[in-house]
């Protein structure tokens, strides 16, 4: 087997047969293998792809692996990774599709440079986070540190698991499964990638794409509840330091803080703050240079600057 697709699914009724027409109409289906995981929603979205591979009769086996109750999406594709049998992974969420040649141009990157641990694909996509255009990538580069750099440059690579042709064996072997019970799981999964990617292809084509789904709304309020959960990530990264390209990782923490102090608003979340600049401040001398930079762009309400003013003054002691 060459190509597990993994589809996460919960609550995509409206979309999950566009996401599965797409692959079942890929113009590379030697060895592909789609697995479908219910997590249990409350829609019809088994229902529809259930009958969607009924009435499937072409080359590419698609599978349907119930959990017995939701788990998140993060079990769900651990579940696609463990029962997968293909060389590599592919992951796609079920709202979104991917254009009919997707594989086959990933299937040839990955022929050229064989010794890639993945292959990062492009995305049609409004946001330049998932765009690959305008960022002077080269094809291939087994370049370890420019890898981690890349990795580590806010908004430079995409942060999401999708898209990606990634070989099973090295997500196995670096252990890199999704934390359960977690927001911000792409982004655990990328700093992960970050330490263990040893060479990496690019395709520049646009192959895939995303969908967003939830009103702005929604979104608000997500984000407020994503950037809460953000603060626990922040504290496992903050552990994980290791030495090669050590202070870009701390850059990379002390960036993530500075985007999300302007949304904080429980005391919980100002004192999560406060410990982890004091924590990364004490990492070294270009660390506590990291926080005075960070400090005169920061937004000037009257709690940054309470937050601020308490971290500075005990690193101007």
Not at 41 to 60: H, K, L, M, R
Not at 172 to 201: P, Y
């Amino acid at each position: 087997m060459n190509i597990s697709i993994i589809i996460p699914t919960y609550n995509v009724q409206d979309y999950i047969a566009k996401c599965l027409e797409s692959i079942a109409t890929q113009t590379y289906t030697d060895g592909v293998e789609c697995l479908v995981i219910d997590d249990c929603g409350t829609d019809n979205s088994i229902a529809v792809a259930e009958q969607f591979i009924a009435d499937y009769s072409g080359p590419i086996p698609f599978q349907i692996i119930h959990h017995e109750q939701n788990k998140g999406v993060s079990a769900a594709r651990n579940t696609g990774i463990r029962q997968a049998k293909g060389k590599y992974l592919y992951f796609i969420d079920p709202d979104d599709w991917m254009t009919n040649d997707c594989l086959e141009k990933m299937m040839n990157m990955a022929t050229k440079y064989p010794t890639a641990n993945l292959i990062q694909g492009n995305t049609f996509c409004n946001s330049k986070w998932a765009r690959l255009e305008g960022k002077k990538l080269p094809a291939f580069s087994d370049d370890r540190k420019w890898i981690k750099k890349k990795f580590l440059t806010l908004n430079y690579l995409p942060t999401t698991c999708w898209n990606k042709l990634i070989k099973r064996e090295f997500v196995v072997d670096n252990g890199l499964f999704f934390k359960e019970g977690f927001l911000h799981e792409d982004e655990m999964w990328q700093w992960g990638l970050s330490k263990t990617v040893r060479a990496i292809a690019f395709l520049l084509d646009k192959t895939y794409h995303y969908t967003i789904l939830r009103p702005s709304g929604i979104m608000d309020t997500m984000t407020k509840k994503k950037d809460h959960f953000l603060f626990f990530v922040l504290e496992l990264w903050v552990e994980d330091i290791d030495d090669f390209c050590k202070d870009e990782q701390i850059a990379y923490i002390f960036e993530k803080i500075r985007r999300i102090t302007p949304n904080i608003e429980t005391e919980e979340d100002w004192e999560h703050t406060e410990r982890l600049l004091n924590t990364l401040s004490a990492k070294s001398k270009k660390s506590k240079r990291m926080v005075l930079r960070i400090f005169q762009k920061s937004p000037r309400h009257l709690q940054s600057i309470r937050l601020w003013g308490s971290v500075i003054s005990k690193l101007l002691k």
